[in-house]
């Protein structure tokens, strides 16, 4: 828990620094979460790479169910949405999240990332990517975005 606190504190410093003041954005990131995993320093340092990278990134926070990224996708019109996990125990709500967006039919990409989460995981539930770190899901979101 302090490891978090100081965490927070130390990015409350840098993230100026690392996301300039870009006003024109590349697209709409929604990132979170899912629902049951309370964990965020991973989630949080890769919206800093991607906003660092000249995306609007809507953060959601920890615990996010399915209909709240929904919700957050459709009222900022989001171009991508990203599912965090560090526990395995949360890696079946990624999937259950994916199954709805793709349900809703809405016109996003999703990625997915955290300790547990694979190439292959992120294959088998229908994600549209994967990173296994910060810079590269920045990259992963350039390429998705630029794609569609």
């Known amino acids: ?5 100081a965490m927070k504190a130390g990015v409350s410093i840098f993230k100026p620094l690392l996301t300039g003041s870009t006003q024109v954005y590349k697209g709409v990131v929604v990132i979170g979460t899912v629902k049951g995993d309370l964990h965020d320093i991973g989630k949080n ?3 800093m ?34 599912l965090s996990a560090l526990l395995t125990t949360t ?4 999937e259950a999240t994916i199954a709805t967006i793709k349900e809703a039919a809405l016109p996003v990409k999703t990625i997915v990332g955290g300790a ?21 899901a920045a990259q992963l979101v350039q390429k998705l975005i630029k794609n569609q």
């Open 45 to 47: 340092l890769v919206a």
């Open 116 to 136: 547990p989460v694979t190439q292959a995981f992120a294959h088998q539930i229908g994600a549209d990517g994967y990173s296994d770190d910060a810079p590269g």
């Open 1 to 5: 828990l302090r490891a978090a606190q």
């Open 91 to 94: 890696m079946p709500a990624m």
């Open 49 to 82: 790479m991607i906003e660092g990278a000249g995306f609007r990134v809507v953060d959601l926070g920890t615990n996010v169910d399915a209909e709240k990224f929904i919700k957050a996708s459709k009222n900022y019109n989001a171009d991508v949405v990203g």
